[in-house]
């Protein structure tokens, strides 16, 4: 019903800045909520950022880890959800994955494949 696919990772300094993008495939898009979630090599999957359908103020939630330093942001007319990462850090290497939740309460139903970022020192 929704196929996501993430996209805008790679490697990038300490301090450095990258922009991941998750377009969505199905025609429902407006309705999900939105998150990025991430894993490190030997770490559980962990939350990272969500947003609401309607992406206005108020309708993000970010994980205290990277709160001031990440902004999650969604476009409606293209299908796709973003997360803008300032001030990267060495523990910010991860698999970056989409999920999209059609309740806006959980469970998320559809995930991408990830993206791989890396932050070199």
């Known amino acids: 019903q929704l196929q996501l696919v993430e996209s805008g990772g790679g490697l990038v300094q300490a301090g450095g800045s990258l922009r991941l993008s998750c377009v969505a495939s199905g025609r429902t898009f407006l309705l999900y909520r939105m998150a990025w979630f991430r894993q490190a090599p030997g770490k559980e999957r962990e939350f990272v950022a969500s947003l609401l359908p309607s992406g206005g103020s108020g309708s993000a939630s970010v994980d205290s880890s990277v709160k001031g330093r990440f902004t999650i942001s969604r476009d409606n007319a293209k299908n796709t959800v973003y997360l803008q990462m300032n001030s990267l850090q060495a523990e910010d290497t991860a698999v970056y994955y989409c999920?999209?939740?059609?309740?806006?309460?959980?469970?998320?139903?559809?995930w991408g494949q990830g993206t791989q970022v890396t932050v070199s020192s």
């Open positions: 999920a999209a939740d059609a309740k806006s309460g959980g469970p998320y139903d559809f």
